[in-house]
């Protein structure tokens, strides 16, 4: 019995590997002209040290910041899938307690193309109006996403800015324009009765498009993207809206990546741990190809209506190093949270990222 399985594990391996397309980007398993599949993973090792703003002490935590198992590929002729776990801060102290596992499924959807102008996705993946909200965390030009770009996931029992429900996106126009329609779950009572969540979301490209679910955060010059977008997400009495800006070009001796978000939240009466804002986040890198660097500056502005309780900026400044791209890189950032009653705090982190997919 044992041979058998020794066996049957040979041959079926053998017959991924003999079966496994060519592609410069990933390992494609191949099962006929429609049926295909492959693998991935994103790991982040982080150092972090965060001052304490009151007893200016500092927090270290030498941690993973990501670890993610990745499937994908076609499952029919226009039918696509993708399937994402997480197990997020491994080892880092949170509320005194080393967080030891948080194993989660992150994303998991399927696509149907019926054309360019029409695409229907279903399942769990972002709900973000906002460009920065709708980023590939593989492929971010700082260490993290804006920190107010995902306020609404707590209260609207999001998955980390994930919720299950359908999408119509698509690209009309020779893809100068994309849209984006969704009906979310969004925060349920105990009979599930109420109201679901609906985002919506309108983009003009100048230039090219880019086309996934997740957008990129900097393709390091390979694409010429200009986009100028908005989006409005509602649910009962909540609703949030926002405008932004992308940038991502090759100059000169390099690449520059940018982009600027703002995002009002007001969360009513329905939810009312969000209380009315705006938001601000701005970040920009310049890539110096040759040397495979890319110094980065990062900009974020909170501030609450009525109050200044809660508001604050941060800031940060930081280095990219590119060593294979996005398969393999290492990043460092000083930052700066400065609310605007109390104390400022410093925050210094270092992350090495490993990427196949």
Do not use: C
């Not at 599930?192 to 996934?212: C, M, V």
């Amino acid at each position: 019995m044992k041979k058998l399985i020794r066996y049957t594990v040979i041959a079926v391996t053998a017959s991924l590997v003999l079966n496994a397309g060519p592609s410069s980007a990933q390992a494609l398993i191949k099962v006929n002209d429609d049926v295909s599949f492959k693998v991935g993973f994103l790991l982040q090792g982080q150092a972090d040290w965060q001052q304490n703003a009151a007893t200016e002490s500092y927090a270290q935590n030498l941690f993973v910041r990501r670890a993610r198992f990745i499937v994908g590929g076609q499952l029919a002729k226009n039918v696509t899938f993708f399937f994402e776990t997480d197990n997020a801060n491994l080892g880092k102290v949170v509320n005194g307690s080393k967080v030891t596992s948080g194993f989660i499924v992150q994303d998991a959807f399927v696509s149907w193309k019926v054309g360019e102008g029409f695409i229907v996705d279903g399942g769990l993946f972002l709900t973000g109006i906002a460009h920065n909200s709708l980023q590939s965390a593989a492929s971010l030009v700082a260490l993290d996403y804006g920190p107010h770009s995902f306020l609404f996931s707590g209260p609207e029992q999001n998955v980390v800015g994930r919720d299950t429900g359908f999408q119509l996106r698509g690209y009309p126009a020779k893809k100068r324009l994309e849209y984006r329609v969704g009906v979310w779950q969004g925060n349920r009572d105990a009979a599930s009765r109420q109201a679901l969540r609906g985002t919506a979301r309108l983009q003009y490209n100048f230039l090219d498009a880019d086309t996934g679910v997740f957008y990129t955060g900097t393709s390091l010059g390979k694409k010429k993207i200009l986009a100028l977008g908005g989006g409005y997400d509602l649910q009962k009495d909540y609703k949030s809206m926002a405008a932004d800006i992308y940038f991502d070009h090759p100059v000169g001796f390099g690449a520059i990546s940018g982009q600027v978000d703002w995002i009002r939240y007001d969360g009513g009466t329905f939810l009312p741990s969000l209380p009315k804002q705006d938001v601000l986040y701005g970040e920009a890198g310049f890539f110096i190809s040759a040397a495979k660097l890319m110094p980065y500056g990062t900009f974020a502005r909170k501030d609450l209506a009525g109050t200044e309780v809660g508001d604050e900026t941060r800031w940060s400044a930081g280095l990219a190093v590119f060593v294979a791209g996005h398969n393999f890189n290492i990043k460092a950032a000083y930052g700066k949270v400065e609310p605007k009653l109390g104390k400022s705090a410093d925050q210094f982190t270092v992350q090495m990222q490993a990427f196949y997919f």
